[in-house]
């Protein structure tokens, strides 16, 4: 209950007086009530899932905008391989989802994805998501909490601060009832789906790659690595956007607060791409478990990475995959984004970017 206060007590100070998180907080709680229930009678309805093996788990990290997300539901193209909707993730048992699965739809408008633009990010209840967001609505802590709020009321390297990110150091007991969770969930959705295999897209695991690799050795792990003068400033516009749709007010917050609030998410930023690099350099992430994949080469050949790619993951993709890849590099040789992100607007330049993160720009030649 009191992170629950003091999560509206940051609200209260910083967007004003709102009844709407009051009847998020209530919405949490039903949530917390039907995902408990539904998922101790999977265990009486639906046990062959316990007996699920984990084989070969893939997991897509990087920073966020770095094209994760296009990667994660490109490669669910292989037929081999299932991951989360949106509203599965909110309804991970399956008891739940085949109950409320035919009228989901009807609860598009108190879906979170709501609030994201569709420019920005297209999301709904029934696409593919990060499974951050699964964590979340169980825990309602992580990644998620602090960069939407706990930031505004924090300082960068604060000891509050860094039990978001310094993960690896997380006690035990708590990482291990995280990841028990997720498993429980992710087993669910290769019974309910009939695959053997899954494909996670998690920018917080770009922070626990080291346990990934001690938890699963047998784990695949796709590291997605784009020019962070493009990654961060996209980063921060989908962050506020999506708190300007919601409280109606972000360009009005107090500007010292506001100032405060860009530059830990900066910072963050800038403290994934240290930590995968920090790992990298320290060699403890097995060549047979990591394929570094440059954003830029994606989209110029898409083709050879796609082959590689699935090589990697040692999978035999269904026949229509590289039809689609075909037609997917067909596409990008004309495309050009429309989304041009002003940095000043967030209080930051080119030059402090890249002198920031020079080690990225020379790492992976970008």
């Not at 629950?4 to 949490?28: A, Q």
């Not at 999977?42 to 770095?66: E, H």
Request: with cysteine; proline share 5%; glycine share 4%.
């Amino acid at each position: 209950m009191m992170k629950y206060v003091n999560l509206y007590r940051i609200i209260l100070e910083t967007f004003g007086f709102k009844l709407r998180p009051l009847g998020t907080f209530g919405l949490l709680q039903l949530h917390r009530l039907i995902n408990g229930s539904t998922r101790a009678l999977d265990y009486l309805l639906y046990p062959g899932f316990r007996q699920i093996p984990i084989d070969r788990p893939v997991f897509i990290i990087g920073n966020p905008r770095g094209g994760t997300t296009f990667v994660h539901r490109f490669l669910l193209n292989t037929e081999q391989l299932c991951a989360f909707e949106l509203w599965e993730m909110l309804l991970p048992a399956i008891s739940a989802r085949k109950a409320f699965g035919r009228m989901i739809d009807r609860f598009a408008p108190l879906s979170p994805a709501r609030y994201h633009s569709s420019e920005a990010h297209e999301t709904s209840l029934r696409d593919v998501e990060t499974d951050d967001a699964m964590a979340f609505f169980h825990f309602v802590d992580g990644g998620f909490l602090w960069s939407y709020f706990l930031a505004w009321d924090d300082v960068w390297g604060s000891d509050k601060c860094m039990k978001f990110f310094d993960l690896e150091k997380e006690p035990e007991g708590k990482k291990d009832r995280w990841f028990r969770y997720l498993e429980g969930c992710w087993r669910r959705n290769m019974y309910f789906k009939k695959k053997s295999r899954f494909i996670v897209k998690s920018s917080i695991f770009t922070l626990r790659a080291e346990t990934l690799v001690k938890r699963y050795p047998d784990c695949k792990l796709i590291y997605v690595i784009r020019d962070p003068v493009e990654t961060i400033p996209s980063g921060m516009s989908l962050l506020t956007s999506v708190l300007e749709r919601s409280y109606d007010v972000f360009n009005a917050t107090d500007p010292e607060k506001r100032g405060r609030y860009l530059e830990n998410l900066y910072q963050a930023s800038c403290h994934m791409y240290r930590s995968f690099y920090d790992l990298k350099k320290r060699k403890v992430l097995p060549a047979e478990n990591l394929k570094i994949l440059s954003y830029p080469r994606l989209m110029t050949d898409f083709e050879e990475t796609m082959k590689e790619l699935v090589e990697f993951l040692e999978i035999i993709p269904d026949p229509s995959f590289f039809e689609k890849v075909e037609e997917q590099a067909k596409k990008q040789q004309n495309y050009k984004s429309s989304h041009a992100y002003s940095l000043e607007k967030w209080g930051l330049t080119k030059d402090r970017i890249r002198n920031d993160l020079a080690f990225v720009y020379q790492e992976y030649d970008l």
